[in-house]
């Protein structure tokens, strides 16, 4: 069997097992992730019906599905079509670089643009995915370097190394690319460390996100280059190779570049989400990086709750069970509380009649943080 007819085979099975996984999601209420990517869709694409975000968390998974089958075709990078748009005669005036990358498509045979030119490069990983898979990604190294009888050398390094800043300024020195995911957003003290991050919009909201690699960028007068992968209808990996963000040589304040550059690289980002945006990954986590701020207010300077026939359930209330405990989230301001395990049963049959039967204290709570509504009634 061709390997192109095997690795859809080999998908199509996969998918039939997640179904059902996914199904006994609903059926335990594990849905953690799925509560929290429903309210990063409502925030950031609205227009989405929200009767189709089980859809759509479906399909995100899907391609999650097909990307890591596609590591165990590492061999095939090799008839990457795409490698035209790599156009290694242009870019090599521009090494060492700094190649962006998305979490979006085939994003993990990004290696094999580097590997096919014998470029030497330091990957940065995510520090869950360097901590459980490094070795993988060591292999799937291999194969590919084997598959192109590259000379290529691979450093791996986790996004949170403390001193990963110097050891990449020595690499670099040395004649090393980097390779990295810039909207994996992670670095020291975790992925809700605010330092030396940037305020950026992205899909009508607000975002916090890491400038470590433009800074590297300015400092070193290192090129950015962006690569963004989707797959095609046929579900075949594409990429974009997108044109050098080169910093200014002689500048001095690197605020301007810093800013403009990290914005710039977050706009491909956005552009390729607005026909792609199913193959992110970045949906089921932006909310780690969503200033939440302007979604506080809600209801929280109030000293009382209305009436109890004066208000109702929160449509945007989501549920889920985590380790035998209850949980709602308010998916408007993102305003996650414990429940008792009555309650979430009250919440999750609609039962208003009997939430209005709690203590008034349990109310107040429910209404302060927005989980319980005032009623609107029709003219």
Known sequence: MHPSKLRLDIFEESKQELRTSFERRWQTNDLQTFQFLSANLSKCLPALPVAQHKDTYFDILSYRVLQHIDTQFSAQFSGIDDFAEFDYTAIKKHLPALFVSYHSGSYRSAIAFLVKYNIDVVLIADPLAYKHNADKMTDQFQLVKNTFNSSSDLVLYPADQADLTVQIMGKMRKGYSVLAYVDGNAGTNGYYNRDNSLKIPFFGQE???????????????????????FYDENLKPRWNIYDPILPVKGEKDPGAYITNS????????EKALEKHYVQW????????????EGFSGLNMDATAAPDASAITINDNVGLFVLDNKYYALNKDNYKLLELTEDVFHLFDKGNMDAIGERPASDIHLLYKNGFLKERIYAA
């Open 281 to 292: 990954e970045g949906w089921l986590f932006l909310h780690r990086y969503l200033d939440l």
């Open 262 to 269: 990290t914005r710039y690289l977050y706009t491909i980002l």
């Open 207 to 229: 975002i916090f996100v890491r400038t470590g690699l433009a800074t590297l960028s300015f400092y070193l007068k290192a090129p950015m280059i962006p690569m963004l992968s």
